[in-house]
């Protein structure tokens, strides 16, 4: 059997054979892991370079909406403000219309003038609510018949060309459920 001494000795030398062969590897290696450091910190560089760019991209598209959405925004509202303006408009429009039906027709009680305003105001409303222009075109336009209607009945009435003591022709357009005049 071997001595004790001996199997140390076999020992430190199989060590020394397996630092020796490491050694080795690592000198014969040595380019190509420098190689692949190189590559490696190459790619990362380039990696970080490219995500750089796209970011900035990125920032500089995010901009870009927030300023077309901004722009949009006010756009909206400016055109929100000039609804509200041309609604009041027509309800002032209205107003001075039931003004005109109670002086013109002054034996005729409140409510029929209210009731002629409301009308008028209904149209109003299903015409600004219509979502379909076509809608929208075709109520305006009955809106629009009815108003003159009303007025020109009115006017007729006070300058003494009608002698009807109600608005009949304002009626008969409430009663049909349209704007549009109806022949005498």
């Known amino acids: 059997m071997k001595t004790l001494k001996q199997r140390i000795h076999d020992t430190v030398s199989l060590i020394h054979a397996i630092k020796d062969r490491n050694l080795a590897w690592q000198t014969a290696t040595q380019g190509q892991q420098l190689k692949l450091t190189h590559n490696r910190k190459l790619a990362e560089k380039t990696l970080a370079d490219e995500l750089a760019k796209k970011n900035v991209q990125l920032a500089h598209e995010i901009e870009l909406l927030k300023t077309r959405q901004q722009t949009e925004l006010s756009m909206l509202k400016t055109r929100c403000k000039e609804d509200i303006k041309d609604y009041q408009q027509y309800l002032d429009s209205l107003n001075q219309l039931k003004l005109t039906i109670q002086t013109s027709y002054a034996h005729l009680p409140d409510a029929i003038a209210h009731t002629i305003h409301h009308h008028a105001k209904s149209l109003l409303n299903a015409m600004w609510e219509a979502e379909n222009l076509a809608e929208k075109i075709k109520l305006e336009t009955q809106l629009i018949k009815f108003m003159?209607?009303?007025?020109?009945?009115?006017?007729?009435?006070?300058?003494?060309?009608?002698?009807d003591q109600l608005p009949e022709n304002t009626l008969r357009l409430m009663n049909q459920g349209t704007s549009q005049p109806l022949p005498h």
């Open 148 to 163: 003159t209607t009303v007025h020109d009945e009115a006017h007729q009435y006070r300058i003494g060309l009608l002698s």
